[in-house]
């Protein structure tokens, strides 16, 4: 009798530790990102970058040739203090480009769901910065402002940062 006793609790323990560890727990979409709009300046009204874009991060391309871009959603660093963002425009039929900069201030937080799940990094940022430059008939676009929308940069995919453009007319 005792046999069939262990036996039976040795069932319910298999059952319950894999019902346990099924990952339902895990979020569908863990990827950290920080989004951010392009606006024309002055208006909330949202502009899309015809030129040829090109983000960049150190040395390391983010976002390669995107064309008629109105949002971007990019990977941040999990241990910096502060990403400088590369933004490259390349005109149509053009080998000649011209680049502004933003610099994002940010604190990283460690974020963990469960053990089966991993750790990912959230983000706080504190203060954005950028270069500034005046927009001509070849670089119709140049960075006007930029606003924090929602400093906490996490999985919900909700806009962070609004690009206010210049634009040449």
């Known amino acids: 009798m005792h046999l ?11 059952v319950a530790i894999m019902a346990g560890c099924n990952g339902s727990d895990c979020p569908l979409n863990n990827t950290v990102r920080l989004v951010c709009g392009f606006y024309s300046a002055g208006s909330d009204s949202s502009i899309a970058i015809s030129d040829t874009l090109t983000i960049s991060v150190r040395d390391s391309v983010i976002l390669n040739r995107s064309v008629a871009t109105a949002t971007v959603s990019l990977p941040m660093s999990y241990a910096g203090d502060a990403d400088t963002l590369v933004f490259l425009y390349t005109p149509a039929g053009s080998e000649a480009s011209c680049s502004d900069t933003l610099v994002i201030s940010k604190s990283n937080e460690p974020h963990i769901v469960s053990l089966e ?6 983000h706080n940022i504190s203060a954005v910065s950028h270069s500034s430059r005046i927009p001509d008939p070849t670089y119709r676009y140049a960075i006007d402002s930029v606003a924090v929308s929602n400093s906490n940069v996490n999985f919900d995919g909700q806009e962070n940062l609004k690009i206010y453009y210049r634009l040449h007319q």
């Open 117 to 122: 799940c991993g750790t990912s990094v959230f």
């Open 4 to 14: 069939f006793i262990r036996k039976i609790l040795y069932l319910a323990a298999a």
